[in-house]
């Protein structure tokens, strides 16, 4: 890692794969997780928090192998302040080339609430967690949270607590999104000037983007002295998400020179990797979202197409290149081969093996069957329903719909639960209402559907169509999504997927994957 006393470099930090996973509904599979940190080490992030170790058995396995598989990055895990915590998180990182303990407390007056204790009960409690924290690894971070509505006198006091018990990284979270930049600044410069040995570690800012200020409030803290930025791929996270890495990294890029600060990150990696994420979390990109948008770098209005025609520099700040998008628009189509495949996906950031190609090529192909043309956008499309695992309890095997002015409307489908076929005809108010009815009618749960969304990938009538399903059962959420020429077929899909999702967050909270229950009603 490069070296962290120089000035004017900026430490990214990403949690995508801990607060980020934390967006209701975003949960990944242990070989996402994988994947996404292969990319994050790849790209050049200088820390990962690969997980919260103590949360699941899941969570440890993933922090575990993540750590194991580290080339570059600092691996980090997440530990409450408390003994057991520490010690599970230093037994799923101990093993990176180089491991990190992350352990937090709620300071403001709030957070103290919840766990009752007093002003000298806290403190005494961070001096024992942080020094057992220590005791086990060299390198160790600790967050005060809600530290913008803690008093700013009791922030002094625990950051220098903090330190003398051996943290080498101080993180100030605004853990509700609540600070404005000049407030994030301020604070990063009062506490570099009345704690002692505060000029001696790394201060790292935190922000959530309630009011949507996240990134502001980052590269305001790091005008005033943080070095270290805490952000998610996409702006992922609790409720409004976070600091987005691809601002933060763009940000200090182009405005280098009233932000003269360096970061590690291979920008030309960022479209990659913030299609993955999209893909795996099930959470899709808004069109308008910056740097990463599908629309950051378009152009309809006549006078703004003439400027760029004319001088791309004209209503553009950065280059499509400078964030991995090709200018290639080669179209695909059903006589392309495989090869020519291939080196699309590999352009548009999709490394396939040989029997993954195989699976993604027939599915090409009955797409190129249906559509005149393939465009990239929906290859990427069909990539993520490609990451569909071989593993799903529940599978879409056949449907067929009636659907008209003359209801009821008439559904027909096979699913392949665990190996096994059921089919069901039901009816219901639409196709689609028809349709998830049957998947209901062979699997039975109490999952509430939260959300139901479908809009075209590429325009044209025999465009593609991509659903988004989120669903909510015992307070577990997850997100679902396919694409396909029938919107129908795509809605199922995302539904399905959906609901394998839930099977593995069920799992997670203790009930046996393999005891789904299903109705014979073939």
Same mark, same amino acid.
């Given at each position: 890692m490069t070296d962290i006393s120089k000035q004017d470099r900026v430490l990214i930090f990403d949690t995508t794969l801990r607060d980020g996973e934390q967006s209701p509904g975003a949960t990944m599979t242990h070989a996402e997780k994988l994947e996404i940190a292969g990319l994050l080490d790849e790209m050049g992030v200088d820390i990962i928090e690969a997980g919260f170790p103590i949360a699941s058995e899941g969570d440890f396995n993933a922090v575990s192998e993540i750590a194991r598989l580290s080339k570059n990055s600092v691996i980090c895990g997440l530990a409450r302040a408390q003994f057991g915590d520490i010690d599970r998180c230093w037994e799923a990182v101990k093993h990176a080339p180089q491991p990190r303990i992350h352990t937090f407390i709620g300071t403001s007056p709030l957070h103290r609430a919840i766990p009752n204790l007093t002003m000298d009960e806290m403190a005494d409690r961070i001096h024992e967690t942080v020094t057992h924290a220590r005791n086990l690894c060299d390198n160790v971070q600790w967050s005060p949270m809600d530290a913008t509505r803690t008093e700013l006198d009791y922030l002094y006091r625990v950051v220098e607590i903090?330190?003398?018990?051996?943290?080498?990284?101080?993180?100030?979270?605004?853990?509700?999104?609540?600070?404005?930049?000049?407030?994030?600044?301020?604070l990063i410069a009062k506490l570099l000037e009345n704690v002692p040995g505060a000029d001696e570690i790394i201060f790292a800012t935190h922000c959530h983007n309630d009011l949507g200020m996240a990134t502001a409030n980052s590269l305001a803290a790091v005008e005033a002295g943080a070095r270290q930025i805490e952000c998610t791929i996409n702006g992922l996270g609790e409720r409004a998400g976070n600091t987005a890495l691809e601002e933060v990294v763009m940000a200090l890029k182009v405005r280098n020179d009233i932000m003269p600060f360096q970061t590690g990150i291979d920008s030309t990696k960022i479209m990659n990797i913030s299609r993955r994420v999209a893909a795996v979390s099930g959470f899709a990109v808004q069109f308008n979202k910056a740097i990463v948008g599908k629309n950051a770098f378009a152009h309809e209005s006549g006078i703004h197409q003439d400027g760029m025609l004319k001088n !791309?520099? +004209?209503?553009?700040i950065m280059r499509?290149?400078? =964030?991995?998008?090709?200018?290639?628009?080669?179209?695909?189509g059903k006589h392309s081969g495989r090869a020519a495949l291939r080196s699309k996906l590999e352009n548009l950031g999709f490394e396939l093996?040989?029997?993954?190609?195989?699976?993604?090529f027939v599915r090409f192909k009955e797409l190129a069957d249906r559509k005149k043309e393939v465009y990239d956008d929906d290859l990427i499309a069909l990539m993520r329903t490609a990451t569909d695992s071989e593993a799903d309890q529940i599978k879409l095997k056949s449907m067929h719909v009636i659907c008209g002015t003359e209801g009821p409307n008439q559904a027909r489908m096979v699913l392949d639960v665990d190996g096994e076929e059921h089919s069901t005809e039901q009816t219901g108010d639409g196709p689609v209402d028809a349709a998830f009815n049957c998947v209901k009618a062979i699997?039975?749960?109490?999952?509430?559907?939260?959300?139901?969304?479908?809009? !075209?990938? +590429?325009?044209?009538?025999?465009?593609?169509?991509? =659903?988004?399903v989120r669903m909510e059962e015992d307070g577990r959420i997850v997100t679902g999504q396919s694409a396909d020429t029938d919107t129908v077929v795509a809605s199922v899909r995302a539904y399905v997927h959906a609901l394998n999702r839930l099977l593995v967050r069920r799992e997670k909270g203790g009930t046996d994957k393999r005891e789904v229950s299903y109705k014979d009603v073939s």
């Open positions: 903090a330190i003398k018990a051996g943290a080498t990284t101080i993180n100030i979270p605004d853990t509700v999104g609540y600070t404005a930049p000049r407030e994030s600044a301020d !791309a520099e +004209t209503f553009e499509p290149e400078d =964030v991995g998008l090709t200018e290639t628009n080669i179209v695909m093996g040989d029997n993954q190609l195989k699976d993604v699997v039975p749960h109490d999952a509430r559907l939260q959300l139901y969304q479908v809009h !075209a990938v +590429t325009e044209g009538t025999d465009a593609q169509a991509t =659903v988004s």
